[in-house]
């Protein structure tokens, strides 16, 4: 598998992780912070464009390590 490949199955899996998370969580979230609406539209954009890479120009030096330790509960 290359490293290009590799990197993409992992944001895929993370990118479904993150959404799973949220569908388990997003009743209890409170919309005076954000609006239910815009969480809906926000969640439905990353799975279907997913998490950015170091392709994205505007991502390349982000480090998404934290992310993929963290938990949305």
Do not use: C, W
Request: net charge positive.
């Amino acid at each position: 598998m290359s490293t290009n490949t590799a990197l993409a199955d992992r944001n895929s899996a993370l990118t479904e992780r993150i959404v799973q998370e949220h569908s388990a969580a997003r009743d209890g979230l409170p919309s005076s912070v954000v609006s239910a609406d815009r969480r809906r539209r926000a969640i439905e954009a990353l799975a279907a464009k997913g998490l950015p890479t170091a392709r994205d120009d505007s991502f390349k030096y982000a480090n998404l390590r934290p992310v993929e330790k963290a938990t949305f509960r």
